[in-house]
């Protein structure tokens, strides 16, 4: 089982992209994500559906999410989840973006 070791996130505001941040969650509580989007009636289940398969695929079975999407395409949000998760589990030491 992967641990979230902080809180991190992936991604920006812009048009067509999307900003997610992941932090640890409460033991035993699963997964819980937040999702704000413009297009959230029409896309809101895929989008969340994408962002849980990847934390399940990690082992991530504790985390809380909170997604801003603002229209970004699925290559876009698996980059960001993929990301978001690498930041939050590397050791302090190795965090990808720190040399």
């Given at each position: 089982m992967a641990l979230i070791q902080?809180?991190?996130?992936?991604?920006?505001?812009e048009s067509s992209d999307i900003l997610i941040m992941i932090a640890p969650g409460e033991p035993g509580k699963g997964?819980?994500?937040?999702?704000?989007?413009?297009?959230?009636?029409q896309f809101g289940r895929?989008?969340?559906s994408i962002?849980?398969?990847?934390?399940?695929?990690?082992?991530?079975?504790?985390?809380?999410?909170h997604i801003?999407?603002?229209?970004?395409?699925?290559?876009?949000?698996?980059?960001?989840?993929?990301?978001?998760?690498?930041r939050a589990t590397a050791p302090a030491d190795k965090e990808p973006g720190n040399a």
């Open positions: 902080r809180p991190a996130q992936a991604g920006t505001l997964i819980v994500i937040s999702l704000e989007s413009p297009v959230q009636k895929r989008i969340t962002v849980t398969r990847h934390l399940q695929q990690a082992d991530i079975q504790d985390a809380e999410v801003q999407d603002r229209g970004a395409l699925d290559y876009a949000i698996e980059a960001r989840i993929e990301t978001a998760i690498a």
